[in-house]
């Protein structure tokens, strides 16, 4: 059984995948070239980097279906997104969807306080309530018990 995650290295991980999947966005540059960039960079000293190459390679190759999730839960157009909101969506996304070992509100506060980091004044309300809409309905289970 694998060791038990370390949170620290998890939030290191996920500071350096908003600005990946955002570089990513910006450049449309080639997937493996975004991942090896970051993984030749100290920005991922200290990181989990597994979970950075698993998080990176399952938003950039199925950004579509990751877009689908939470599209219907927006209240303005796609196309109208700014681009660290929708890297921090893609990415909360992707892992409230497919990383289900991570507590639904683990993943919401990260990517919350990821927001208010790199996206603008109040850009940490919309992912909030965007991830939290996402999550009653992807964890219904977790969120409500069975």
């Given at each position: 059984?694998?060791?038990?995650p370390n949170?620290?290295?998890r939030?290191?991980?996920r500071?350096?995948?908003?600005?990946?999947?955002?570089?990513w966005?910006?450049?449309?540059?080639?997937?493996?070239?975004?991942?090896?960039?970051?993984?030749a960079?100290?920005?991922?000293?200290?990181?989990?980097?597994?979970?950075?190459?698993?998080?990176?390679?399952?938003?950039?190759?199925h950004?579509?279906e990751v877009?689908v999730?939470f599209?219907p839960?927006?209240?303005?157009?796609?196309?109208?997104?700014d681009?660290v909101e929708?890297?921090?969506?893609?990415?909360?996304?992707?892992?409230?969807?497919?990383?289900?070992?991570?507590?639904?509100?683990?993943v919401?506060?990260e990517?919350v306080q990821?927001?208010k980091l790199?996206g603008?004044e109040?850009?940490?309300k919309?992912?909030?309530g965007?991830?939290?809409r996402?999550?009653g309905?992807?964890?219904?289970?977790e969120?409500?018990?069975?």
């Amino acid at each position: 059984m694998p060791s038990k995650p370390n949170p620290w290295a998890r939030r290191r991980a996920r500071r350096a995948l908003v600005q990946a999947v955002y570089q990513w966005q910006m450049s449309d540059a080639d997937t493996s070239a975004v991942e090896r960039e970051f993984l030749a960079e100290k920005a991922l000293a200290k990181a989990d980097v597994e979970f950075f190459q698993e998080l990176l390679r399952g938003v950039l190759h199925h950004s579509d279906e990751v877009d689908v999730l939470f599209t219907p839960l927006l209240d303005r157009e796609f196309a109208s997104l700014d681009q660290v909101e929708l890297a921090i969506l893609r990415l909360g996304a992707f892992e409230l969807k497919n990383r289900i070992d991570v507590p639904y509100r683990v993943v919401i506060d990260e990517y919350v306080q990821l927001a208010k980091l790199f996206g603008a004044e109040d850009s940490y309300k919309y992912i909030n309530g965007v991830l939290d809409r996402l999550a009653g309905d992807i964890r219904k289970i977790e969120r409500h018990g069975s």
